[in-house]
């Protein structure tokens, strides 16, 4: 861009003259020959539209293309057989060297906001490759394109030189003349390293045919991103493919089909991966032809003959040319004797003749080149009037004085101010007042030193708005080196300014919540531990968890879910001092960072302020939520000396204080790593259990009617012990088997063996008995569980009636739809359900009375709690169940006080210590033989 408008006012230069007007009658095809870097199909799918174009722009001839490999399009235009090329920088220069090839416009393609006259290579390889650097590439297998590819070898061939590296340090380089199989080959392992040009990463990216996170673009360490440039490149950027005439073609013909290309809108053209090319005027190809002479490239390669090689080879040839030169030779010397003795008047007058004739001619070719030069010089100011005028950016020429002489359409449509109100005006009219006066003054001292300047600035329109620019400015040299004229290209970039800070916003802040996100905490941590570790001070990081949030979230939608994170991100930021962050990491999980911490006791009262507001209900719509939250604190730098030591440390603590129940916080501990490690080899041990079938048992616990102690049914309870001997608990060893998924095979066995005891005992004579399974969610949400457990009452001989499943509250909530499904199915087949913990979780009171429910079971927290609140809840569920017409069942039951409080309010079974504690099959067994239990003190039956 910063070059375009000295390329503009020199296209005249570029542009042959206007030749006479065409005969009429049909006139001689046009053929295009074009390079075909991906193949003949896609060079045709991408050109055809041009070509079609101007088929249409020109009836009276027929426009070919011929799209052609790099060796192919070589022999069409020597042989001249073809009237335009379009190619690679590299070709075009071969042909203008070699014959005579002239630009007339170069391609731009628009990406995004960006226009792009520029290309360069990309040097690339896999992400899991140990090519880091350029050095690596020492050894490597490289891929490229061709040897004359500009951006698929050359430009990275400079690269390499540069920093001291050859092609013949690779292990091997090979071409495969197509920029999409050099990235192929790399991502099939058929090469190390590619070399594409600067487009092809995203073209194939956006179709879907690469994942830019699989490769590693490979750069200098001196690298800097071109500004403004938004493709991915590791090279310096060299001017994009031309349009070049051959000499033999009409330069009528030429001119047209510049103007017309000219004029072309860009809906009439193909999309290349998201970009629309257009033409613009010809740019400058030295930086090719430096390139090339750099690299002894095309013309300017050597051609090293051996005159002996020379000798051997043509011996034959080369004796007759010498006895061809000696004969001519003898009879050159006898006749330039006799012609000069015959001749010596004749040839006085012959050159006088000549002499006088030649005058005559050299004279008569001057004029006729004279009128000629002028002829073309008044066409080539009209085509570039044309241009500047149908630009899309703002153009200004000014004197070296900063008068302004000259604008186009263009500017006033950005600036508001027309060519009358600009002319004889300076360009300080447009200054908004946002860039200090040594903003200019460096500036300026840049474009006097190097020529030219480009860069952001803001300036005023017309109407008073201010706006963002990208402003090019380029001096204009006569012949003795003076300044004649400034110029200056530039283009709104408000739209591309907003969506950048849009990018930053969305980078460092969550989306949902508006909190800092997950890089700009880390950020802030990372820079406060600095100053913590320089200044001696203490840092705190807080993890923090929302209690229950999964069951929320699967239960009642995942938009209640959001509403339900954005109310707490709030609540718990109100309670923060301005200084502290607070962040959201990932899902329902949030970090708190506090600074210049004192002691431990501001630590633990601003966690609790964090946690308080959370023990509020939530009103979401028509929905009252209670969401609490835990949290675990880790100190700098007794808990840790780095980010990552902290947060995994303040995670821990978090996980304990969700172990103890929840909705509090806790400090971590170093035991918290043991922890970690029990359970870890808890889940070791499990998976062998599991393996060999060994370890696992069934106690079960006697269910009894609440009025009279009879027994009529069971709830079987797993049991298991570790690989050395000892009984673990099932709170600690149930939640590892679900959370590793071994719950569905072990679940499956617990089904079966307490089928088919209860089937034992009932042929024992106890024909009413019946056992309760406990269901776990896997389990419940498997597409074929009701199958399942066919089969199983199947196998064992137990009819569907004695059995009873126990899920919970959250299950419900989960796929409401699919739940019910399976309820219905289970109510068919005649297997009972309960509702285990009833009255814990957050079930919804209009599903429950849709749902097919058996049975409720009070927990024993509120059993244990008659006195307190626990007695209301109890006397509520009590009177549920009577109105929904199903069976109650007290768990936890210990005391003759208790058992008269549910006798009381209507229970229907009881279960807990006060009759039996759980026991194997054979102590059940003697157990089933009295005709009922009578509750005991100690809690023990012998």
């Given at each position: ?278 033409w613009a005027v010809p740019v400058d190809y030295q930086p090719v032809r430096e390139l090339m002479q750099e690299l002894r490239m ?74 000629e030069r002028h002829r073309e010089t008044a066409d080539q100011l009209r085509l570039s009037e044309e241009v500047i005028e149908n ?552």
């Amino acid at each position: 861009m910063k070059q375009l408008l000295l390329s503009l006012l020199l296209a005249a230069l570029l542009v042959p003259g206007v030749v006479a007007a065409q005969e009429e009658g049909a006139a001689a095809p046009v053929t295009i020959g074009v390079l075909a870097k991906r193949g003949p199909e896609a060079a045709r799918e991408l050109w055809q539209p041009t070509v079609d174009y101007l088929d249409n722009r020109f009836p009276d001839r027929a426009v070919h293309l011929e799209p052609l490999g790099f060796d192919d399009l070589w022999d069409v235009v020597e042989r001249g057989q073809v009237d335009f090329v379009i190619t690679n920088p590299y070709l075009y220069v071969e042909f203008e060297q070699r014959f005579g090839a002239t630009r007339l416009l170069t391609v731009e393609h628009d990406w995004g906001e960006t226009r792009l006259a520029r290309f360069g290579g990309v040097l690339f390889t896999r992400e899991e490759t140990d090519i880091r650097e350029l050095e690596d590439l020492r050894g490597a297998r490289v891929m490229a394109v061709d040897r004359k590819s500009l951006g698929g070898w050359l430009m990275v061939r400079r690269l390499l030189e540069e920093h001291g590296i050859q092609p013949r340090d690779f292990a091997n380089l090979d071409w495969t003349g197509n920029h999409d199989a050099v990235v192929d080959a790399v991502l099939e392992g058929g090469a190390e390293v590619g070399v594409v040009r600067s487009d092809t990463l995203e073209r194939m990216a956006t179709e879907g045919a690469v994942e830019l996170e699989r490769l590693r673009i490979l750069r200098p360490p001196e690298y800097q991103p071109v500004p403004g440039f938004p493709l991915i490149h590791s090279t310096r950027l060299y001017p994009e493919w031309p349009l070049a005439r051959l000499p033999g073609t009409d330069e009528g013909l030429a001119r047209d089909v510049t103007l017309s290309l000219l004029a072309m809108e860009p809906e009439g053209w193909t999309t290349w991966a998201g970009r629309a090319p257009s033409w613009a005027v010809p740019v400058d190809y030295q930086p090719v032809r430096e390139l090339m002479q750099e690299l002894r490239m095309g013309p300017w390669k050597p051609v090293p003959v051996a005159l002996w090689d020379l000798l051997q080879r043509h011996w034959k040839v080369v004796s007759a040319l010498a006895a061809l030169f000696l004969f001519m030779t003898v009879a050159a010397i006898y006749f330039q004797h006799l012609h000069r003795r015959l001749g010596q008047n004749h040839e006085a007058l012959q050159h006088a003749h000549d002499t006088l004739e030649a005058r005559v001619a050299e004279r008569t070719r001057d004029l006729s080149e004279e009128v000629e030069r002028h002829r073309e010089t008044a066409d080539q100011l009209r085509l570039s009037e044309e241009v500047i005028e149908n630009l899309r950016e703002g153009l200004i020429i000014t004197r070296p004085d900063g008068t302004i002489i000259r604008t186009n359409h263009a500017f006033t449509e950005i600036t508001g101010y027309g060519p009358e109100e600009a002319v004889g005006n300076n360009p300080s009219m447009l200054q908004s007042g946002q860039q200090s006066r040594s903003f200019y003054q460096s500036m300026w001292a840049t474009i006097q030193a190097e020529g030219r300047w480009q860069g952001e600035v803001w300036n005023r329109r017309k109407d008073g708005t201010v706006y963002p620019e990208w402003l090019s400015i380029s001096n204009i040299r006569d012949e003795a080196g003076e300044v004649r004229y400034y110029v200056g290209i530039f283009f709104d970039i408000t739209d591309r300014k907003e969506a950048e800070e849009r990018l930053r916003y969305l980078s460092y802040y969550d989306g949902l919540t508006g909190l800092a996100n997950r890089e700009l905490f880390h950020e802030h941590s990372n820079h406060a531990l600095e100053v913590a570790e320089r200044e001696n001070e203490q840092v705190a990081l807080m993890f923090i968890d929302l209690d229950r949030f999964k069951g929320i979230n699967e239960g009642l939608g995942h938009a209640l879910g959001d509403a339900l994170l954005q109310e707490a991100a709030r609540r718990m930021g109100e309670e923060l001092a301005p200084g502290d962050t607070l962040a959201r990491l990932s899902g329902d999980e949030f970090a708190v960072l506090l600074e210049g911490v004192e002691d431990t006791d501001d630590v633990a009262a601003a966690a609790s302020r964090v946690l308080r507001p959370l023990e509020h209900p939530f009103q979401l719509g028509d929905q009252e939520i209670y969401a609490t939250g835990s949290l675990g604190i880790a100190v700098y730098p007794y808990d840790g000396r780095d980010l990552t030591t902290l947060l995994r440390n303040a995670e821990s603590a978090m996980y304990q204080a969700k172990n103890e129940g929840g909705n509090g916080f806790r400090f971590y501990a170093s035991e918290m790593n043991e922890m970690a490690a029990e359970r870890i080899a808890l889940e070791a041990e499990l998976r062998r259990s599991v393996d060999k079938g060994e370890g696992f048992s069934l106690h079960y616990q006697p269910k009894v009617i609440a009025a009279d102690g009879r027994i009529v049914g069971n709830e079987a309870l797993l049991r298991w012990q570790g690989d050395d001997g000892r009984t673990v608990s099932p709170a600690q060893f149930v939640p590892v088997l679900e959370e590793t998924g071994l719950i569905g095979v072990v679940g499956e066995q617990i089904l079966a063996e307490a089928c088919r005891q209860t089937r034992l005992w009932r042929d024992e004579g106890h024909r009413d008995l019946t056992v309760a399974v406990n269901l776990a969610a896997p389990q419940f949400r498997h597409a074929n569980v009701v199958q399942e457990i066919e089969r199983v009452l199947d196998r064992s001989g137990l009819p569907p009636g004695g059995l009873e499943l126990e899920i919970t509250e959250s299950m419900l909530m989960t796929d409401i739809f699919r739940v019910r499904q399976t309820l219905h199915a289970l109510q068919e087949l005649g297997v009972s359900v309960a509702l285990d913990d009833f009255g814990t979780g957050y079930s919804s009171l209009a599903y429950l009375r849709d749902f097919p429910i058996n049975t409720l079971k009070i927990d024993r927290s509120f059993v244990q709690d008659l006195e307190r609140g626990g007695g209301a809840v109890t006397r509520t569920i009590l009177s549920l169940a009577d109105n929904l017409d199903v069976q109650s069942v007290a768990e936890g039951v210990e005391t003759e006080e208790q058992l008269d409080y549910m006798r009381r309010y209507g229970c229907d079974l009881i279960q807990g210590f006060l009759f039996a504690r759980p026991a194997d099959a054979g102590n059940i067994s003697e157990l089933l033989q009295r005709p009922r239990l009578e509750p005991i003190s100690n809690g023990t039956h012998p």
